[in-house]
C-alpha cells in the first residue's frame, strides 16, 4: 500500500531513550516525505512540537496538539476544543493544599505557578520554557478573556494524583478525558475530541482526496487507539501498553529500538 499520509504519536513512540529524534529515524522520514505527508500528533503543545518539525524538515505540514484540542494547519486553526473555564477552576480549586504542581496550556501559551521540579522537567523533555504566573492571575485572565484551556496537567504525588483523578472522574467523566500518563502525571483535556478526531478534521480541510485506508499510524498508549483502529496500517511501538498491542495491525521495536523509523523500512517502500 502507497501511504500518503503519515501520523504519529512523539513521547514513548517517536523518540528514543535521551527523548531525541535519532538519526536513523531522521533518514526514513526525510526519504518518504516526498510522497507522504507527515502530521505529528501529541498531547503536547505546538511550540514543543516545532523543533521536532524542523528536524524532520516538515514545517509547512498540520499538527496535531493537546491530543486533538487543537489542530492546525497552513498557519490556521481548523478546530480548537478546550476544557471550560469552570472546570479548570475546580480542577485548581483540587490541587489547594495539596503538593501537585498545575500547569495550564492554552494554545501555546503555558502557565505554571513556579518554576519547581516538575516545571523544570517538562521544560526538560518538551524543550519549551512556561511563563511563571499564579494559578489565580491565570485564571482571571482566561475569566476576563472568556477562554479555557487546551490541557491541564496535574503532577505531583502519585497518591494525591490518584485523589483528584477519582474526584474528576465522578464529577466530569461525560465531559473530560482524564488521563493518568504515569502514577505522578495527570492530563485532562476535553472528551469531544481524540487524535482520531483530529485526523478527520484533516481530511475534511487539507486532505479531502484521501481516505483512511491511505494512512498510517504509530502509537503507544491509550490515547492512540482509536487513531490506530482507524487508519489504514495502524503500527504499536513494542513498548505500547497491552490494549495497544491487541488492536494493532502491525507491531514493531520499542521506541528506544527506533521502532518507528524500521517499521517505515518495511511498510513504505
Request: proline share 2%; aromatic share 8%.
Amino acid at each position: 500500500m502507497q501511504y500518503k499520509l503519515l501520523c504519529t504519536d512523539i513521547d514513548g513512540t517517536l523518540l528514543n531513550k535521551d527523548r531525541e529524534l535519532s538519526e536513523s529515524t531522521i533518514k526514513q522520514f526525510h526519504r518518504v516525505k516526498g510522497g507522504c505527508d507527515i502530521v505529528l500528533a501529541s498531547s503536547r503543545m505546538p511550540e514543543a512540537m516545532r523543533h521536532l518539525q524542523k528536524e524532520l524538515s516538515v514545517e509547512s505540514s498540520p499538527l496535531i496538539a493537546y491530543n486533538g484540542g487543537l489542530v492546525l494547519a497552513e498557519g490556521q486553526v481548523l478546530s480548537s476544543t478546550e476544557v471550560s473555564y469552570r472546570e479548570v477552576e475546580h480542577i485548581v480549586s483540587l490541587s489547594e493544599n495539596t503538593e501537585v504542581h498545575v500547569s495550564l496550556y492554552y494554545n501555546d501559551e503555558w502557565y505554571v505557578p513556579g518554576m519547581d521540579y516538575w516545571a523544570n522537567r517538562e521544560a526538560n523533555n518538551t524543550k519549551v520554557q512556561p511563563q511563571v504566573r499564579s494559578l489565580t492571575d491565570t485564571l482571571s485572565d482566561y475569566s476576563r478573556t472568556n477562554k479555557g484551556a487546551h490541557k491541564v496537567m496535574c503532577m505531583g504525588p502519585a497518591d494525591e494524583i490518584a485523589t483528584i483523578y477519582n474526584s474528576l472522574i465522578e464529577k466530569y467523566d461525560d465531559h473530560l478525558h482524564v488521563y493518568r500518563s504515569k502514577d505522578t502525571y495527570l492530563e485532562i483535556a476535553s472528551k469531544q475530541i481524540s487524535k482520531k478526531s483530529a485526523i478527520e478534521t484533516l481530511l475534511n480541510h487539507s486532505y479531502s482526496n484521501l481516505t483512511w485506508e491511505q494512512i498510517i499510524a504509530f502509537g503507544d498508549n491509550y490515547n492512540d487507539i482509536e487513531m490506530l483502529e482507524a487508519v489504514g496500517m495502524g503500527v504499536a511501538v513494542g513498548n505500547a501498553k497491552d490494549e495497544v498491542l491487541a488492536i494493532a495491525n502491525h507491531v514493531t521495536s520499542g521506541n528506544k529500538e527506533d521502532g518507528v523509523a524500521l517499521a517505515m523500512k518495511d511498510l513504505m517502500l
